[in-house]
RNA sequence: GAAAGCAGGCUGAUAAUCGCGCAAGGCUUUUUGGCUUUGUGAGGAAAGUCCGGACAUCCAAAAAGGCAGGUUGCUUGGGAAAGCCAAGUGCGCGUGAGCGUGAGGACAGUGCCACAGAAAAGUAGAAUGCUCGACCUUAAGUGGGUAUAGAGCGAUUGUGCAACGGCGGGGUAAGAGCCCACCGCUGGGGCCGUGAGGCUUCAGGCAUGGUAAACCCCAAUCGGAUGCAAGUUUGAAUUUGCAAGAAGAGUGCCUUUUCUCGUUUUGUUUUUGACAAAAAUUGCAUAAAAAAACGCAUUAGACAGAUGAUUAUCUUAAAGACAGAAUCCGGCUUAUUGCAGGCUUUCCACC
RNA sequence: GUCCACGUAGUUCAGAUGGAUAGAACGUCACCCUCCUAAGGUGAAUGUCGGAGGUUCGAAUCCUCUCGUGGACA
């Protein structure tokens, strides 16, 4: 679903992002936005970040990841989210509030802090 | 019927809908790509990283001996090896089926054993004591007292985890392996067993307290270090600084043997050679320096890192729990759900 | 992923080769001092030594397993 394009893939890229100091968050994800695009011939990219902070076995913390990327890739496909295009880059992190949440309340988390990062720094 | 023990086994399958990784093919596109078909896609522990290997690089290369160091520690067999497995022996626990077991050596040596206690290991010591003897008393060596300067004793009391074989009898002034039986211990013989060891017999007369998961001794065994973030190739053409530079160096150290390396030019000097200078070389550090591929998968396999969700049916005894491959194997340990069946033991009730 | 270290009062640390009351400083609490507070003085409380099992007469210390925390390596 998200191809390569669409996905941050070195550490530098997470680090310019993280500099951006855009940041919204509620109880179960940390939000943080890159730069505004010039063009928009080129797709947002996207990475999501479970650490062992939040549960030392794999399976949870792999099912979070899952969680996320699928409610952020519906959304992206039903149109929910267009203001997330405004953006070079996003990444999700994910918070202690996270662990026992479902498929739905993932993905209105994920639309609301979008909605929230866009009406800050757009 | 109840309570236990043991050895194993499984930890889903099918279909539908939505969705993901990899491989191959097809269609499409200016390209990164997009669409589609087929195939394939986590575990019994994938975990912890506790052992053993494979594999890779470095220590320039190899062999023998010694020293130091590490590891292991009942026997036999299996195994590439292992802090591995199986069967046994001894010891301990359990009514039992069974379970556990780091299980060489404490007469090679050294250390330690707090407090308490006379004394903590030396053929020791005399606190509480026992007996004899002395003196006083008494008809009496009858019972008792006094003194603690004598002799004998290691039984009794007390301390302690532990007190110098245990228990009973004889013996004695009182006692003592002083003597005896049994048990233990030490040494020798016989039989059985591949062996650890078992059974038995004779002798000794007790010497040898505990601790080796204290140092250590003995036996066996081991090149060392680093771990796929190892390492190889591409990038790659090079820069700067320091050190070495004919003395020796070379797998923790030593010895022996073989072997390898130990530069070139110019100037001075009588050759070998020596000295001086320069360059090159080697080692270390540093900049360029970001990255890519291989390592890496023949039935999983990536590089921000893929397996899930819902519903129904089925096998039904159950479909829960613990939990997700990252170089690959063999073990061990730990986490954990539901099971039914098999074999065995003990107790209770009835026939 | 691979390889290493460390866990002791509320906090920071002692406790070296096993011996019984596990100490110190800061902090906490109470009292004194002061009109009150701070400072100062006096006293007190506080630990299954991360957990479990073993060796030993005896374990914070020795051995094994385990849990947690931290670090190095691109």
Known sequence: MLNKNQRLTSHRAFIATYRQKRIVS??????????????????????????????????????????LRESYANLLKNGEIPSSQAFTSLIFVAKDG??????????SS???????LATNYF
């Open 98 to 107: 996270s662990l026992d949440k479902n498929y739905n309340e993932m993905c």
């Open 110 to 116: 994920v639309k609301n802090l979008i909605a929230l």
């Open 26 to 67: 509620d109880d179960n994800i940390v939000l943080y936005g890159g730069k505004n695009k010039e063009e928009q011939n080129y797709p947002t990219r996207v990475g999501f970040v479970v650490s062992k902070k939040i549960h030392k076995r794999a399976v949870k913390r792999n099912r979070i990841k899952r969680l």
